[in-house]
């Protein structure tokens, strides 16, 4: 069967005209950023003290959407879901980078995507975030030769829910869809709890 | 008069029908940290061409040309512009810092680059950030991403005390 989408993949725009989208779909995601409040460092933070959980609930609604358009249209035989960019699975360097990852967010309040964003609508600090992102890089390239075996260590290549849990894709959206529903209820339950008497 | 944020779950919806279209586009999702190595690798071997040694700056230069010649860099430039036009459009443009209200601003700034720094070298051992590796991994059912995605928010909880104060106003104690 011939897939239409992804245009890309498929060859069905040009390398410069995938560039020229490429600031069009960043210039949408950085207004709709904004929009939500994502160019807040305080409001990203306040999700770990039960404040406002306006992230896990923007996040987990992005996911259950944008996954529900891809099964809906690879159903219909529109997209080839296996032509979409997956990250592969690196177990230690994920649990790691991970937690380093979620010291830093805390402490900064923002992620690089959210930042730029918000250096965009005047945010001070996160100018000063991104100007750390630099010397990040910068650390990351002079320790590489140190660190490049346990950044490439517990490889599992492209690893999928169904590889996982077994079935087909349909399993993983239904997973994908609890694992995302169950988590924003957790929370909001958990918000409860912890701000009795508070908004 | 500043515009009230949008309803979270009507900006979810939003936003997922933005990442489906770039999928469907440019057969990947949005991502921004990948801008920020390619930016300080190009710089240093602007530089000085010994750089070029480094075997992680190296594989950004492998197409021959910028290492900013990029999906994500040019995306990223979108991005900025995107958060200018909302805050302007909404009222809310203006420079200045996100804290609680009585942190001093020195340490706010220090926790920020620090916060940053971490941040980038986190990504370059998780292949990207909350978007190019979250958002897009959970979207195409990654395994990895999940382990990531419970890390990131697991860690987040666990050291957030350590900065409660930065963030949160909490009333004095009565006498």
């Known amino acids: 069967m011939d897939f239409i989408l992804p245009l890309y993949k498929n060859a069905l725009i040009s390398p410069e005209a995938n560039l020229f989208f490429a600031v069009v779909m960043g210039f949408a995601f950085g207004f709709v950023l904004e929009r939500t409040g994502f160019t807040r460092s305080l409001h990203i933070a306040e999700t770990f003290y039960f404040k406002n959980l306006a992230v896990p609930k923007i996040m987990g609604v992005t996911v259950i959407t944008a996954t529900t358009w891809l099964i809906i249209f690879s159903w219909l035989g529109w997209i080839d879901l296996g032509a979409l960019f997956t990250p592969k699975t690196y177990i230690w360097p994920y649990v790691v980078g991970g937690i380093l990852f979620g010291l830093g967010m805390v402490m900064s309040g923002y992620c690089p995507g959210t930042a730029v964003a918000g250096l965009g609508s005047g945010k001070s600090d996160a100018l000063v975030f991104l100007l750390g992102l630099f010397g990040g890089a910068f650390l990351y390239f002079m320790l590489y030769p140190m660190v490049k075996d346990f950044a490439s260590s517990g490889n599992l290549g492209v690893l999928k829910l169904q590889d996982l849990f077994g079935g087909n894709e349909y399993t993983s959206y239904i997973l994908t869809v609890i694992l995302e529903t169950g988590i924003i209820s957790f929370l909001v339950l958990l918000q409860k709890l912890t701000n009795k008497g508070e908004k | ?175």
């Open chain 2, 1 to 175: 008069m500043e515009k009230k944020y949008w309803n979270p779950y009507f900006g979810g919806v939003v936003l997922g029908t933005m990442l489906f279209l770039v999928f469907a586009i440019a057969s990947q999702g949005f991502g921004a940290s990948g801008t920020f190595s390619r930016a300080t690798a190009q710089l240093l071997v602007n530089s000085d061409k010994s750089w070029l040694d480094n075997a992680y700056i190296a594989s950004y230069f492998h197409h021959g040309g910028s290492a900013l010649n990029n999906w994500t860099v040019f995306e990223t430039l979108g991005i900025l512009l995107g958060g200018f036009a909302s805050a302007l459009l909404a009222g809310r443009l203006m420079v200045k810092p996100d804290k609680a209200p009585k942190y001093p601003l020195a340490k706010r700034f220090l926790w920020a680059l620090v916060g940053g720094m971490i941040v980038e070298f986190a990504t370059r051992l998780d292949r990207g950030c909350t978007s190019g590796q979250g958002l897009d991994g959970m979207v195409t059912f990654s395994v990895g991403t999940w382990i990531f995605m419970f890390s990131v928010f697991g860690a987040a909880l666990i050291f957030s005390p350590l900065f409660r104060k930065q963030w949160v106003e909490d009333k004095e104690e009565e006498e």
